[in-house]
């Protein structure tokens, strides 16, 4: 494909029917419901991939057998530490790359390799809610240093965190960057406080970046790992966000410590098989990081358009709600509390009145109620039709 090439966002290719959790599984309402909801919730995108990824796939096919696969491959390394060196300045020894079925399950890894059980693990709430989950789940102690909001504008509580991490039970941190639900991507300086406060402490800072290359043209992401060269800093990353891949379930985890990478290995032989990797995630991953530069910023412009559109509905139709312009991801994290409503009643208002499944702004923590998460990686056509929804429910 002529990297010049436009590609068209605007047209819906329909997932129904194709085992999709977006559009086929959706675990909201009853049948009375479940045929009128419009889906804006999980983190994919309604968008069909990059050529180059859909070719390379076609031509792996073709070779008709699809074994145990392992990545490790200098073709691999390359795109993989070449994407980053190229769109972030990051120099990534090839040695410290290890390969996980997902970010979510090597956080799992992560924990149980790094960890003990009742270790507390500190997160900054409202955040993805799996994270709470994977620390109770495997028996460690969920620490929360809330986020500070004004207006809509998300900072973090440098002085909480500190009081957090200087607990000696306190082993880990799970940072988000770009954060997930409230769009920030955090500044070289605001990372440099954080690594300073977890390195001071000896907590282990591990970051998950999966959102790293859906960003506005008015921010830059950062990687920790450019800002400090400590061994106790951890760094995930993966395809599947940026170019649509999630269910080919291939992350790459950056972690620079030989002795942290033989405790995971060990623990992921343990869990995930010894040769675990999905054989098209990674041809996927190699073509994303390869040629997929073009696709991703045209994407990255029509998230850009559309997230500004959620600005100028909300002005002129839903007065009572506050919208802050997401410097990174492809959420709207709009504040609905001023309409007065519990959390419940939001939920079964989006439902049963106005007929779209959202993520609920409480289960990213108790900061998140009366707050809506609205994916808006879909055509305008959908996300205009979302949105009056909502408008004539909230109405």
Known sequence: MNSTEHYDFDTLVSRENTNSVKWDCIPAGDDSVKDK?????IADMDFVCAAPIVEAMRRRVD????????????E???????????RAGWDIDRESVVVAPGIVPA??????????????????TPVYYPFGQKIANNGRRVVTSSLINSDGFYAMDFDDLEEKAKDPKSTMMILCNPHNPVGRVWTPEELSAVAEICLKHDVLLVSDDIHCDLVRETSRYTPVGTLNDDERIITCT????????????????????????ELWRREAQDRCGLYGCNPMGIVATQAAYSEGGPWLDQVNAYI???LEFVGEFVAEHLPKARYWFPEGTYFAWLDLREYGHTAEQLEEL??????????????????????????????RSILRDCLERMERALS
């Open 304 to 306: 850009s358009a559309n």
């Open 37 to 41: 909801l419009l889906p804006l919730w």
């Open 238 to 261: 993966a395809a599947s966000k940026t170019f649509n891949l999630a269910g080919l379930q291939t992350s790459n985890i950056i972690m620079k410590d030989k002795r942290q990478r």
């Open 107 to 124: 956080l799992g890894i992560l924990l149980r390799s790094l960890t003990n059980e009742g270790d507390g693990i500190i997160i900054q």
């Open 350 to 379: 989006m439902i049963y009145r106005a007929h779209v499944a959202l993520d609920e702004g409480y289960i990213f923590g108790e900061e998140g109620q009366g707050f809506e998460r609205i994916n808006v990686a879909c055509p």
């Open 76 to 86: 691999y390394l390359e795109a993989v530490t070449g994407w980053f060196r190229r």
């Open 63 to 74: 070779r008709r057998i699809f074994g145990y696969s392992m990545p490790y491959t200098d």
